[in-house]
């Protein structure tokens, strides 16, 4: 972390996704949504359900520890508009399972992607993707693991 950081602006990838504000961003948490009708979670400000459409929705705060419930290895760059490091570094990509029951898609990092395993225990950490056009930090996330 560099004194700079703190003036430059730090825009969210997602709308609803964080808590305010970005930083420190040891602080920051994911934003989810939970319907009222049929108790369907889900990540980020939502507002009807995907699972029953309803328009009940609450904002909760989620924990910034989960476990990897399951996970894939990307060993090739993704084709498109990829953000991440050049050259390509191989990640890992998992649901993560949070306390509160919502499964959240997330790049993993914090251990070579041989030694991930389902159900370790993984903790949030909010991070600049990259910089905008405009020199905005675009902030994203990723779960990494958690050393006890
Ligand atoms: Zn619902």
Redesign the pocket.
Known sequence: MTLGNRHKRQVPIREGLFTMPLYPTEQVRLVGSK?H????LSLGTVSS??????EDMEEITLSRRGKLWTYTVIRHRPPGNYKGPDPFVPFGLGLVELPEGVRVLSPLTGCDVDNLKIGMDLELVVDKLYEDADGNEVMAFKFKKEIL
């Open positions: 319907c009708t049929c108790g369907e359900c995907a699972n029953c459409t309803g």
